[in-house]
């Protein structure tokens, strides 16, 4: 593809399906001598343009007609966006309804908030903000997905509705900053959303959690004696340089043993669903047989992993998936830092 | 050659639906629309006629939370004219008083072909296709997944259950009901939807003489019943499926 674009034939560009099988990684970017801007200016440009004459595979496309409709990539009801939390005990607060400020609000994510794998996570976030006693709320119905990962799949005009959605939301409360388990969530309201006007102090939780540390130690009473692996996420890690502080909260649960993988911090593997390889995965399979997700369960078996420590809503879902195929994975547990803590706090 | 689309919205499956008090008419407080299914087809199919062999696609639908939304992404896969016909507040208009209000309409568009969507989920009979093709004195074919133009008439296949293809000719102008498209129905990118926002307009009519007459009345709207022939078999997994092997063998089937 990059040839053909330096020699002027992006005709030929435009019948090629080559670049849906980029992850928006940017893993090219890090290592490029040249320091071209591959991902964010060659790889999403080239997509913005395919999808401007339609062309866009059928799966992905499901996913931005869903963001559009109901403004969740899942196509569920947006009314049920909170639904994760019902009967959560203490209940989560929605901002608006059960109060009117909040320390920070807590940017719940599209996975997060339907995807029955991410809302374990979820729940057991919920839970730790609680016994740290921290002061939050969620937006409720009035979220909308963050639009990152569509961005990134060559849909800016339903990115910047989205925005637009979601910084109207934020602008009806009084929070002092936001706070996401969601990288993509995280990089959009700290490198895109300003742009557009809408700009808030934004944490991602293991952030959050890592200024909390001194807090959060003593609620750390029982011990998980495991070797833990931390995947990097890409756009919590290679993107805005985020490494050190999951690996901090998970190093201060009692009993855990970190490990790192071959391919670490800002050579991480990507999980397979950025870019819009979310809503990819036949497609993808169809073109290469292989998948990310599996490349890095491999890594976290030969590193001699227990657990695949994530903090991205994409990962445990995909990890999970490969961890059923990969030989020898089949006892390994992925589970994002919170769901760590929340277990090493125990009931 | 002018081909016009007719197309309706109708309660979106997303929420749940239910019933209002009066227990003959969906609640309509929390109802949220979509457009119907076959209709997107209707206009996807349109579109391809217009980009093979030129023409002009009129869109007319009728009025609707969310159907400017509708209207102008039909703009955007590349529609020429937008038309939204009010329909009386309250006044419901079942399919017959509909067909007949749309006839006077699309009567003045001299269209040369008229697709609509074979049915709509939220009525399953089909009817406002064929009744309109009465009215306009048109050739009616439904349940189309396909269809090719000629000079003076059209060319559609037409699905049969069993998986049975017909070939059929048609003399124009006439009504299609479309049951797919050729190819599935387009993205459009959201820029573009905004772009037709700035330059397309909606043209809006009356539907003219619309009353309620020839329709069905609304005896009762129920949410499906539970049957007193179901079961739940109640306890841990090991307990079930012993029951369940019990009852297998009592039937006689293990």
């Known amino acids: 593809?990059?040839?053909?674009?330096?020699?002027?034939?992006?005709?030929?560009?435009?019948?090629?399906?080559?670049?849906?099988?980029?992850?928006?990684?940017?893993?090219?970017?890090?290592?490029?001598?040249?320091?071209?801007?591959?991902?964010?200016?060659?790889?999403?440009?080239?997509?913005?343009?395919?999808?401007?004459?339609?062309?866009?595979?059928?799966?992905?496309?499901?996913?931005?007609?869903?963001?559009?409709?109901?403004?969740?990539?899942?196509?569920?009801?947006p009314r049920k966006r909170s639904d994760w939390a019902k009967g959560l005990i203490p209940p989560v607060a929605v901002l608006g309804k059960d109060k009117t400020s909040a320390d920070f609000l807590w940017f719940v994510g599209d996975y997060p908030s339907y995807h029955a794998r991410a809302q374990e996570a979820s729940r057991a976030l919920a839970k730790v903000f609680h016994r740290l006693g921290a002061d939050f709320g969620i937006l409720g119905p009035d979220e909308v997905s963050d639009g990152d990962s569509q961005r990134l799949a060559g849909?800016?005009?339903?990115?910047?509705?989205?925005?637009?959605?979601?910084?109207?939301?934020?602008?009806?409360?009084?929070?002092?900053?936001?706070?996401?388990?969601?990288?993509?969530?995280?990089?959009?309201?700290?490198n895109e959303y300003p742009a557009l006007g809408i700009s808030y102090p934004v944490l991602h939780h293991s952030e959050f959690l890592a200024q909390w540390l001194d807090q959060l130690r003593p609620l750390l009473t029982h011990e998980i004696k495991a070797r833990v692996a931390y995947h990097d996420p890409c756009f919590?890690?290679?993107?805005?340089?985020?490494?050190?502080?999951?690996?901090?909260?998970?190093?201060?649960?009692?009993?855990?043993?970190?490990?790192?993988?071959?391919?670490?911090?800002?050579?991480?593997?990507?999980?397979?669903?950025?870019?819009?390889?979310?809503?990819?995965?036949?497609?993808?399979?169809?073109?290469?047989h292989t998948r990310t997700s599996e490349w890095r369960v491999q890594e976290?078996?030969?590193?001699?992993?227990?657990?695949?420590?994530?903090?991205?809503?994409?990962?445990?879902?995909?990890?999970?998936?490969?961890?059923?195929?990969?030989p020898g994975a089949g006892r390994l547990v992925v589970k994002d830092i919170a769901e760590l803590l929340a277990e090493s706090m125990g009931d | 050659m002018n081909i016009v689309v007719l197309v309706k919205l109708v309660p979106d499956l997303v929420e749940e639906l239910t019933i209002d008090p009066s227990g003959t008419a969906l609640d309509a407080?929390?109802?949220?629309?979509?457009?119907?299914?076959?209709?997107?087809?209707?206009?996807?199919?349109?579109?391809?006629?217009?980009e093979g062999g030129g023409g002009r696609v009129i869109i007319v639908a009728v009025e609707a939370e969310g159907v400017d939304d509708v209207l102008y992404t039909a703009a955007a896969k590349g529609a020429d004219r937008l038309i939204?016909?009010?329909?009386?507040?309250?006044?419901?208009?079942?399919?017959?008083?509909?067909?007949?209000?749309?006839?006077?309409?699309?009567?003045?568009?001299?269209p040369d072909l008229v697709l609509t969507g074979v049915q709509a989920h939220n009525d399953l009979d089909g009817p406002v296709g064929p009744l309109l093709a009465?009215?306009?004195?048109?050739?009616?074919?439904?349940?189309?997944?396909g269809v090719s133009v000629s000079p003076g008439k059209a060319t559609a296949r037409k699905e049969y259950p069993g998986g049975v293809i017909a070939e059929m000719e048609l003399s124009l102008p006439g009504v299609l009901g479309i049951q797919a498209a050729e190819k599935p129905p387009r993205y459009v990118a959201v820029s573009k939807v905004r772009q037709a926002m700035q330059t397309a307009t909606i043209e809006s009519q009356p539907l003219a003489g619309l009353d309620a007459s020839g329709g069905l009345p609304i005896g009762r709207m129920f949410q499906p019943e539970a049957s007193q022939r179901a079961t739940m078999i109640e306890g841990d997994v090991e307990g079930v499926a012993a029951k369940l092997v019990g009852i297998l063998k009592e039937a006689g089937v293990l």
């Open chain 1, 236 to 288: 919590l890690g290679r993107v805005n340089g985020v490494y050190d502080e999951p690996r901090a909260v998970l190093s201060a649960i009692p009993g855990v043993e970190l490990v790192e993988m071959a391919h670490t911090r800002s050579t991480s593997i990507c999980c397979g669903g950025g870019g819009g390889g979310m809503w990819l995965d036949g497609f993808q399979w169809e073109k290469a």
């Open chain 2, 29 to 50: 407080s929390w109802l949220r629309l979509i457009i119907n299914e076959f209709d997107d087809h209707a206009i996807e199919q349109a579109i391809l006629l217009k």
């Open chain 2, 134 to 145: 009465e009215h306009l004195g048109m050739p009616y074919l439904g349940y189309v997944a």
């Open chain 1, 1 to 77: 593809m990059i040839t053909l674009l330096r020699a002027e034939e992006f005709d030929q560009v435009m019948t090629s399906e080559t670049v849906w099988m980029c992850l928006s990684c940017y893993a090219c970017s890090q290592v490029c001598p040249a320091q071209i801007p591959l991902t964010a200016s060659l790889m999403t440009r080239a997509k913005e343009e395919l999808l401007l004459a339609g062309k866009v595979p059928a799966e992905l496309q499901q996913a931005l007609e869903n963001s559009q409709r109901y403004g969740n990539v899942l196509g569920q009801s």
């Open chain 1, 155 to 190: 849909e800016r005009g339903l990115f910047e509705m989205l925005a637009t959605k979601n910084g109207q939301a934020f602008h009806k409360h009084k929070f002092g900053a936001i706070v996401t388990s969601d990288p993509h969530a995280y990089n959009s309201f700290k």
């Open chain 2, 84 to 110: 939204k016909v009010g329909a009386e507040p309250g006044s419901g208009p079942n399919n017959h008083a509909l067909a007949r209000g749309l006839a006077a309409i699309v009567k003045e568009l001299q």
């Open chain 1, 300 to 326: 976290a078996v030969a590193a001699g992993a227990d657990v695949l420590a994530v903090a991205c809503p994409y990962e445990p879902l995909r990890f999970e998936d490969a961890a059923k195929t990969v």
